[in-house]
Nanobody, 124 residues
Framework: QVQLVESGGGLVQAGGSLRLSCAAS????????MGWFRQAPGKEREFVAA????????YYAESVKGRFAISRDNAKNTVYLQMNSVKPEDTAVYYC?????????????????WGQGTQVTVSS
C-alpha cells in the first residue's frame, strides 16, 4: 500500500516545457516500477512513459519519444516527467502509477497504485 501524489501540472503554451512530479509515501519506493499515463476527455487512459526500479531502463509511447523524459530519485521517493516541446494534443490529466516488482510493463492494467492526477493544458 502506497500513496502517490502528482504535482506540477498547469497551463503551458505549445512548444514550451513542463515538469511533473510524483511523490510516493512509504519506505520501499525503490522496489516499485513507475509509470506515467494520461487521459484526455472522452478518451481512454493511455501509456506515456515508464521507468525501472533504479532508473536504468525507460520506455515511452511513440507519441512522446524525443520530447518527454521520465526519471526518478529514489532518495526523494519521487518520479518525474519532463515534458518538452509540448503540443495541444498533450492536453490531458496525467497520472502517476506504480507496481511493486522488477518487471516494467506499459499496460494500464499492470499498475495497481495510482495518483489522483494533475491537469496539463497546452494552448496553441
Amino acid at each position: 500500500q502506497v500513496q502517490l501524489v502528482e504535482s506540477g501540472g498547469g497551463l503551458v503554451q505549445a512548444g514550451g516545457s513542463l515538469r511533473l512530479s510524483c511523490a510516493a509515501s512509504g519506505r520501499t519506493f525503490s522496489n516499485y516500477v513507475m509509470g506515467w499515463f494520461r487521459q484526455a476527455p472522452g478518451k481512454e487512459r493511455e501509456f506515456v512513459a515508464a521507468i525501472s526500479r533504479h532508473g536504468s531502463n525507460t520506455y515511452y509511447a511513440e507519441s512522446v519519444k524525443g520530447r518527454f523524459a521520465i526519471s526518478r530519485d529514489n532518495a526523494k521517493n519521487t518520479v518525474y516527467l519532463q515534458m518538452n516541446s509540448v503540443k495541444p494534443e498533450d492536453t490531458a490529466v496525467y497520472y502517476c502509477a506504480g507496481r511493486f516488482g522488477s518487471t516494467v510493463q506499459v499496460a494500464t492494467t499492470f499498475y495497481n497504485y495510482w495518483g489522483q492526477g494533475t491537469q496539463v493544458t497546452v494552448s496553441s
